[in-house]
């Protein structure tokens, strides 16, 4: 059974820093393009970043570039977001998603593993 399991959200002030986290079972993310989307209050879920199988290829939306960091640890079957210069427009429940082989999917439909999501809330 595969399980996708996120933390490291919390409340955080504006122009701090936070990571979370996502650890997998049943799943080795060696073989999966991994991604952190988000969910804003009263929107819809947006992707945030994703890296391929290999770390060599990773997307940013707009609003994070030069911001957060998706990275990948194979040896503890993990992937993090650091997150810098946090806005409070970047408070959302944050989820890591993961898809089979390299993809470039955007969008939630292009996932097929879920973790249940982590709070992260900035204040301003």
């Known amino acids: 059974q595969v399980q996708l399991v996120e933390s490291g959200g919390k409340l955080v002030q504006a122009g701090g820093s936070l990571r979370v986290s996502c650890a997998a079972s049943?799943?080795?993310?060696?073989?999966?393009?991994v991604a952190w989307f988000r969910r804003p209050p009263g929107k819809e879920r947006e992707i945030v970043a994703y890296i391929n199988r290999s770390g060599g290829t990773t997307y940013y939306t707009d609003s994070v570039k030069g911001r957060f960091t998706i990275s990948r640890d194979s040896v503890k079957n993990a992937i993090y977001l650091q997150m810098n210069s946090l806005k409070p427009e970047d408070t959302a429940i944050y989820y890591c998603?993961?898809?089979?082989?390299?993809?470039?999917?955007?969008?939630?439909?292009?996932?097929?593993?879920w973790g249940q999501g982590t709070q992260v809330t900035v204040s301003s």
């Open positions: 998603a993961a898809a089979p082989g390299d993809t470039v999917a955007t969008g939630p439909s292009g996932y097929n593993f």
């Open positions: 049943g799943l080795t993310f060696n073989f999966y393009t």
